[in-house]
C-alpha cells in the first residue's frame, strides 16, 4: 500500500471519528436560557400523574434529567444514584424528575424497581419534551441522550451536564443545586 493510500485512510478515519464525536454534541441548553415549559404524564412509586415542570418549579428548583431507556443498565445506574440522593436534593429544596421515551406503563414499574419510590419519571412518548431541551439522542431521534439540567425556580437554566457516565450526573447536578443557596426543608 503506498504512503498517499495510508495518509488518505487515515484521514478519512478521522473524518468520520470527528463526524461520530460532532454528531453526539447537542446544542444543550445554556446557564440562563428559559427552560421550556411542559407538562407529561408520569409515575412516582408506580402512580401516575401529570408532571407540570411550572407547579414543580414554585416549590423550588427542578432536576431534570434525561436517559435513553428504562432498564438499561446505564439508566438504572442512574435512577439508583438518583435515588440514594433524593433526601439530599429534598433538604436543599429541589425536585427531581427523570425523563425518556418509555412509555408510562414501563414507567410506573421503574419508577418502583429503579428510582426506589423516590422521585418521579415522566414520560415523553412523541419525544416533543426531549426536542424542546435539546436532548435528542443522534442516533434515534425520538430517543434521549442522557443529559441533566438544574433550573431555578425563576423558570431560567442554572446548570447543563451532558455525558455518559450515569453517577456523574447525580454529583454534578447535586453540587449545582447547593450552590443555589436552597433552605432545607
Known amino acids: 500500500m503506498s504512503t498517499f493510500s495510508c495518509i488518505r485512510r487515515t484521514l478519512s478515519a478521522s473524518v468520520l471519528v470527528l463526524g461520530a464525536l460532532s454528531m453526539h454534541a447537542h446544542a444543550a ?48 445506574l442512574e435512577a439508583h444514584a438518583f435515588a ?15 425523563i425518556s421515551h418509555d412509555d408510562i406503563d414501563t414507567l410506573k414499574k421503574f419508577s ?31 430517543m434521549a441522550d442522557r443529559i441533566s439540567y438544574v433550573i431555578g425556580q425563576d423558570g431560567k437554566v442554572v446548570f447543563t451536564h451532558e455525558g455518559s457516565d450515569p453517577t456523574a450526573h447525580v454529583e454534578k447536578t447535586l453540587a449545582a443545586v447547593k450552590t443555589l443557596g436552597g433552605k432545607a426543608r
Open 84 to 98: 440514594e440522593a433524593t433526601p439530599q436534593f429534598n433538604q436543599l429544596g429541589a425536585t427531581v424528575v427523570g
Open 29 to 76: 441548553l445554556k446557564p440562563g436560557d428559559a427552560a421550556p415549559a411542559f407538562t407529561t404524564p408520569a409515575a412516582l412509586a408506580g402512580k401516575s400523574f401529570n408532571f407540570d415542570i411550572s407547579a414543580a418549579l414554585k416549590k423550588g428548583p427542578v432536576v431534570l434529567y434525561f436517559f435513553p431507556k428504562a432498564f438499561t443498565q446505564g439508566c438504572t
Open 112 to 142: 418502583t424497581e429503579a428510582c426506589r419510590d423516590q422521585f418521579a419519571v415522566a414520560s415523553d412518548p412523541d419525544a416533543k419534551t426531549i426536542r424542546a431541551y435539546d436532548a435528542t439522542h443522534a442516533a434515534r431521534p425520538n
